[in-house]
């Protein structure tokens, strides 16, 4: 089994790693809904945009400008395809940068689980010298009982 000083450095280097990961994690988290918040505000201005075209239609539109509303939608449309590209691209880097900060959790973990059953077996260890000392002190005493 590794020396405690090795396994606390094992430990210190799995906590900075999780350290690490988590912001990651947080980064990758914050980007994500700042993508699904532009993806909203698309929505709704184009929303908006629509609502203001039928509104026009109502009291009459010339050709040009007819074409001009129908050429920004699809500007907007296809910037909302894009954005919706960028939403997904971004939900997959969380899952990616989740799933690596897990990783490193349970790396760090099982060095904390490694290191409770080395001080476990210090402990049994140092029990059973003082249990050997105790037995060895107690039978000096009855030896010079007698």
Known sequence: MATPS???TLIELATKETDEATKRLGRAIRVSEEAQQKLAILQQYRDDYAARFQET?????????YRNFQLFIEKIDTAITGQQDVVRSTHQKVADARMAWQACERKRMSYDTLAARAKEKELQKENRRDQKAMDEHASRITFYKR
């Open 6 to 8: 090795a396994l606390e």
């Open 57 to 65: 239609l109502t009291t009459g539109l010339t050709a040009l400008s």
